[in-house]
């Protein structure tokens, strides 16, 4: 089973998250407080409200190793990364591919099957597209309270 971890850059707060199978890297995810991004500037990616929240918008996985759940695992450690450094909420921007096949190049971004799997919602549409496909904000709050209230 594929794990993720954070990252061994040396930096105040490394800028993502490294999957490993067997010991072996097979994966990266970016993940960092979106203040600190280019999409704190993107005029085209939404800001929905003033929560200082964190950014999860590249996803890669070496070829030879896809399709073994390692993106599942790369954005399951990039949250917990994210919730452990008291981040709010946390984003992604994927591809709305309506199921149909995203070009491997392209597929950096995850798809919003990806992000529904891991727990985001749909937080709103955004003016970017990707190889065709509309991209949207998928959201994931991380608040304590708002994770009671989604249980009751």
């Not at 008291?86 to 992000?115: C, H, W």
């Not at 937080?123 to 991380?142: I, K």
Request: hydrophobic fraction near 40%; glycine fraction near 8%.
């Amino acid at each position: 089973m594929p794990t993720a971890c954070a990252s061994s850059a040396i930096r105040t707060r490394p800028p993502g998250v490294i999957a490993y199978l067997d010991e072996e890297p097979v994966g990266w995810a970016a993940v960092h407080p979106r203040s600190a991004t280019s999409f704190a500037r993107n005029r085209l990616i939404p800001h929905i409200d003033d929560l200082e929240v964190w950014s999860l918008w590249c996803i890669r996985v070496r070829p030879g190793y896809r399709k073994q759940g390692i993106s599942h695992a790369l954005i399951d450690g990039a949250v917990a990364y994210a919730e452990e450094r008291g981040a709010p909420a946390i984003e992604g921007y994927p591809v709305d591919s309506r199921g149909e096949k995203v070009n491997p190049t392209m597929a950096y971004v995850g798809t919003r099957r990806l992000f529904e799997n891991a727990g985001f919602e749909k937080a709103a549409d955004t003016g970017s597209t990707l190889d065709g496909f509309p991209r949207v904000l998928m959201r994931l709050d991380l608040r304590e309270s708002h994770r009671r209230s989604k249980k009751a």
